[in-house]
């Protein structure tokens, strides 16, 4: 691949962000005709149909949406590089995009990114929260913050926290339905069950610091896709959850939740993954090694 002229890298991104080549024309002060020479001289470079046009609509081809993570990447990366080498550009600029899961974003990161935030004001955050897991590539994503080891041996991960999911359940609840002895008899209780990276997670996996391991299949009355949703469930007397000790922290010490069989746990780190450590922004990397920082005081 040869990509001769930056600005047509520009183009094709303003096309696709603005929905027509008038819009980019516009955005890049073109003339419509220059901006489609300019788009078209790209797709003949890269022998390949990046945006199907006609006279009243436009779409981006599937390889035009393979190739647009990329291109806005890129073009990322030489801003960067830019205000890096510039003596007028020594604060912080650019778009930080990053993905986390909802429940820790609402009740630890928020504050924090708030801060960064604030700190450096030529910052903009832009903040995906679900509890599903993105693309870096596709989705141009920065920094995903995920716990569990990495399935994707493409990607970076920088260990923020070493934590565990642990089980927890309100005290009236336990009041009611018993506390059990063992992991075997959660199948006897409500367990609230959340969709983990796009999949229920009804089978529980519990250890020991003495190396017992168990594995047992849940059931309750309750399940959900959203982790705040069975998070606020078990803050409400409706059974027991198991979940990131981060999240569950605060309500262990409010006393609203108690933790249940606090021996058996599942061991949980939490990463910042990048999808490279080359060419890393500044930005990026301050935010991450913001959150290092904060999470070694939280250990």
Same mark, same amino acid.
């Given at each position: 691949?040869?990509?001769?002229?930056?600005?047509?890298?520009?183009?094709?991104?303003?096309?696709?962000?603005?929905?027509?080549?008038?819009?980019?024309?516009?955005?890049?002060?073109?003339?419509?005709?220059?901006?489609?020479?300019?788009?078209?001289?790209?797709?003949?470079?890269?022998?390949?149909?990046?945006?199907?046009?006609?006279?009243?609509?436009? /779409?981006?081809?599937?390889?035009?949406?393979?190739?647009?993570?990329?291109?806005?990447?890129?073009?990322?990366?030489?801003?960067?590089?830019?205000?890096?080498?510039?003596?007028?550009?020594?604060?912080?600029?650019?778009?930080?995009?990053?993905?986390?899961?909802?429940?820790?974003?609402?009740?630890?990161?928020?504050?924090?990114? +708030?801060?960064?935030?604030?700190?450096?004001?030529?910052?903009?955050?832009?903040?995906?929260?679900?509890?599903?897991?993105?693309?870096?590539?596709?989705?141009?994503?920065?920094?995903?913050?995920?716990?569990?080891?990495?399935?994707?041996?493409?990607?970076?991960?920088?260990?923020?926290?070493?934590?565990?999911?642990?089980?927890?359940?309100?005290?009236?609840?336990?009041?009611?339905?018993?506390?059990?002895?063992?992991?075997?008899?959660?199948?006897?209780?409500?367990?609230?069950?959340?969709?983990?990276?796009?999949?229920?997670?009804?089978?529980?996996?519990?250890?020991?610091?003495?190396?017992?391991?168990?594995?047992?299949?849940?059931?309750?009355?309750?399940?959900? +896709? +959203?982790?705040?949703?069975?998070?606020?469930?078990?803050?409400?007397?409706?059974?027991?959850?198991?979940?990131?000790?981060?999240?569950?922290?605060?309500?262990?010490?409010?006393?609203?939740?108690?933790?249940?069989?606090?021996?058996?746990?599942?061991?949980?780190?939490?990463?910042?993954?990048?999808?490279?450590?080359?060419?890393?922004?500044?930005?990026? /990397?301050?935010?991450?090694?913001?959150?290092? /920082?904060?999470?070694?005081?939280?250990?």
């Amino acid at each position: 691949m040869n990509v001769e002229n930056v600005s047509d890298l520009k183009i094709f991104v303003a096309c696709a962000e603005s929905g027509n080549l008038t819009g980019a024309a516009e955005l890049m002060h073109l003339t419509p005709s220059a901006a489609s020479a300019g788009l078209k001289r790209l797709e003949a470079q890269l022998g390949v149909r990046l945006i199907e046009r006609s006279t009243r609509s436009q /779409r981006l081809t599937p390889e035009g949406e393979a190739f647009l993570g990329y291109a806005q990447r890129a073009l990322a990366l030489l801003d960067e590089g830019g205000a890096q080498v510039s003596a007028s550009q020594r604060e912080l600029r650019g778009v930080i995009r990053l993905a986390a899961p909802s429940d820790l974003t609402r009740r630890v990161l928020l504050p924090w990114l +708030d801060a960064f935030a604030d700190a450096h004001p030529g910052v903009s955050l832009q903040l995906a929260v679900a509890d599903t897991l993105h693309d870096l590539v596709r989705d141009t994503v920065d920094i995903a913050i995920r716990y569990g080891d990495l399935a994707d041996s493409r990607l970076v991960a920088i260990k923020l926290i070493d934590t565990a999911r642990v089980l927890a359940a309100s005290p009236a609840y336990l009041k009611r339905a018993g506390t059990p002895a063992h992991p075997r008899e959660l199948s006897q209780h409500d367990c609230l069950n959340f969709e983990v990276a796009g999949r229920r997670h009804v089978s529980w996996t519990l250890s020991t610091a003495q190396g017992e391991t168990v594995t047992v299949r849940t059931d309750g009355k309750r399940s959900v +896709d +959203d982790a705040d949703i069975a998070h606020r469930w078990a803050l409400e007397d409706r059974g027991i959850i198991f979940k990131s000790a981060l999240d569950l922290a605060p309500h262990f010490k409010a006393g609203e939740l108690k933790p249940v069989l606090p021996d058996w746990r599942e061991p949980l780190p939490l990463n910042a993954v990048l999808p490279s450590n080359r060419f890393l922004p500044a930005r990026v /990397r301050a935010l991450v090694d913001d959150l290092k /920082r904060r999470f070694s005081a939280l250990a």
